[in-house]
């Protein structure tokens, strides 16, 4: 910010991918680009004045859906997963009659569930996982007649993992609570997987899954999914002077160029081109991962695309000062996310790198 204050824009370049390792998210695809610039003015906020983009923005839900398995899905595209958890969480205080309301989550879910129980009142309670992954005794344990959501984590931000959602969602139905699964990160590698995630595998009310992580959309643009329409009433909040009468989404004007993007992307890529995008991630997760341990590490995955390994933190310190995009997980663990341009050849100059030392 400092920076482009002093220099003005001229001759700015954003941040390159090649030397990445650590962010979910990527190079958008060039119909994506494209499309993010042409809807850069739109407003879905506002339907009734930018109908094409409200119109693009069915098309997104519709092709979400058909990525989670929900025939007639409902939904719309957020400024991120964090908006997305934010308003699956706001959807269960609003529905249950408790004025103490708690949400039970795996310790392994992402921090904004942080800031949804903090910006609603509502208590966030975590429990312990089994190898990173949510244990359903122990979220059990924690469940009481105040609870509203059980949460489940699909591709999970730290170690990629897939916690069993089918029992989290029964859970939910046994407490009477809403089941939200968080596969923001996951859901686009997950179709191709045995996993059971979907919507259709199990009683999921609302999922999270971001067109711009691995689907390959420009930023902004999150998705928050329900299975019917009537779940988004608790969030209805009246819009007087607008020509639709009221709005559920969190935010107010959102980013058209998301919603294009999100259609461009998905029109482009799914099934095929996302199939063949999990195939070489997960083929280059597996390559790094034995790399790793052929070299002595302690390597956890891939269940997803993404490795960790135990690197002393001083190597990642030193790797960073090379270019190299890492970090650490809660427990000082490198993490690397293998995300579309993430390439062999780069890993194989990252390895060579760690050779170095
Ligand atoms: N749920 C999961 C499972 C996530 O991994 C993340 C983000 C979110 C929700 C929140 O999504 P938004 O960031 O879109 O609101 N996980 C990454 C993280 O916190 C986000 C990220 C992305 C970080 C790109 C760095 C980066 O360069 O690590």
Redesign the pocket.
């Known amino acids: 910010m400092q920076q482009a204050q002093q220099a003005g824009l001229d001759g700015m370049q954003p941040q390159d991918f090649d030397r990445v390792l ?4 990527t190079e958008p695809h060039p119909a994506a680009r494209e499309a993010a610039e042409r809807f850069l003015a739109t407003n879905p906020g506002d339907p009734g004045t930018y109908q094409t983009v409200a119109n693009l923005e069915d098309r997104a839900v519709e092709l979400l859906g058909a990525v989670t398995g929900l025939d007639e899905p409902a939904g719309y595209i957020t ?5 997305a ?1 934010i308003q699956a969480v706001r959807i269960a205080r609003n529905r249950a009659e408790t004025d103490d309301p708690n949400v039970v989550a795996p310790k392994s879910a ?3 569930f942080r800031k949804a129980a903090e910006l609603l009142g509502v208590e966030l309670r975590t429990a312990p996982t089994t190898d990173h992954r949510a244990n359903v005794d122990a979220m059990n344990e924690l469940v009481d007649e105040d609870t509203v959501a059980l949460v489940g ?1 699909a ?3 730290e170690y990629g993992v897939v916690d069993p959602i089918p029992e989290i969602a029964e859970l939910a139905t046994d407490a009477g609570a809403l089941c939200h699964v ?1 596969a ?3 859901g686009f590698y997950l179709p191709f997987t045995d996993f059971e995630w979907q919507f259709d595998h199990a009683e999921i009310d609302t999922l ?1 899954i ?1 067109p ?2 691995v689907g390959q959309a420009a930023v902004p643009s ?1 998705g928050l999914l329900a299975r019917s329409e009537s779940v988004f009433d608790p969030l209805a909040i009246d819009t007087p002077y607008l020509e639709t009468t009221s709005q559920v989404t969190l935010t107010g004007t959102r980013s058209g160029a998301g919603v294009a993007s999100a259609v461009a992307a998905m029109e482009a890529l799914w099934p095929e081109g996302y199939r063949e995008q999990y195939r070489v991630s997960m083929d280059n997760a597996e390559w790094l991962a034995d790399q790793l341990r052929a070299r002595g590490h302690d390597v956890f995955g891939p269940v997803l695309p993404l490795v960790t390994a135990d690197l002393s933190v001083p190597m990642t310190d030193e790797l960073r000062s090379r270019g190299w995009r890492v970090s650490k997980t809660g427990s000082d663990e490198m993490r690397i996310v293998c995300m579309p341009h993430v390439t062999r050849s780069m890993l194989r100059s990252f390895v060579a790198d760690l050779d170095w030392y």
């Open positions: 650590t962010s979910m998210c400024s991120g997963g964090t908006e958890n992402h921090f904004s984590v591709g999970s931000t968080d923001a990160w996951g999270t971001d711009h992580k999150g």
